[in-house]
């Protein structure tokens, strides 16, 4: 059976799942704790045309305290793959894009893998990290960044992008919303797969 249930939830005013605390509840919430469910709930949304907002840590996000008239759909996946690097002495993660990214950071220095570490303490999750290009102290998530695999809005497929073509700047990227224009690419993450040291 192909159909994944949703889960349409009481919606939850913003303020509580901001780390800015502010926002009102939207009129819409939907929960996806598997990529299934992420899919579906992208789909449909996009289906209707309406508003989305898709929230993960709900780091630095700012939301006004009106209502939001869409949906936010609350990306609650989470897991670590690990898999072989093509690279001698180094092993690839592939995370679920809701996994907490300080929970990512954690999981690689206790496992001896470097080219994370530096980067521990940044609030938000895994999905958010190439959109923002986010870095601390020398380190960038482009560095070790191989591929995400995304949801493009205007045809619904899925597909795995190499870091390459997602325009890794100073804090941006391709997918991100800069303030009065739209994302060069409008498209969900749904997992992020790095490749590290084994120290």
Do not use: C
């Not at 289906?47 to 305290?65: A, K």
């Amino acid at each position: 059976m192909g159909d994944h249930v949703l889960h349409a939830i009481e919606p939850l005013p913003l303020s509580t799942l901001t780390t800015l605390r502010t926002g009102a509840a939207p009129e819409r919430m939907l929960e996806a704790t598997t990529t299934d469910e992420l899919v579906t709930a992208l789909r449909e949304v996009w289906s209707r045309g309406e508003e989305w907002l898709v929230l993960g840590g709900g780091s630095n996000l700012f939301v006004g305290d009106q209502t939001f008239e869409g949906t936010v759909i609350r990306v609650l996946t989470r897991g670590i793959e690990e898999l072989p690097s093509p690279h001698a002495g180094r092993i690839r993660l592939r995370v679920q894009a809701g996994h907490g990214w300080d929970d990512l950071v954690a999981y690689a220095v206790e496992h001896g893998y470097a080219g994370l570490e530096a980067m521990s303490g940044i609030p938000g999750t895994v999905g958010a990290s190439p959109v923002q290009n986010i870095g601390a102290y020398g380190q960038e998530i482009q560095e070790t960044l191989v591929e995400v695999e995304l949801i493009d809005e205007t045809t619904g497929a899925v597909s795995v992008v190499p870091a390459s073509d997602l325009g890794l700047g100073f804090r941006t990227s391709v997918l991100k919303h800069h303030y009065g224009s739209v994302p060069e690419r409008r498209a969900g993450i749904l997992s992020v797969t790095v490749d590290l040291l084994v120290a």
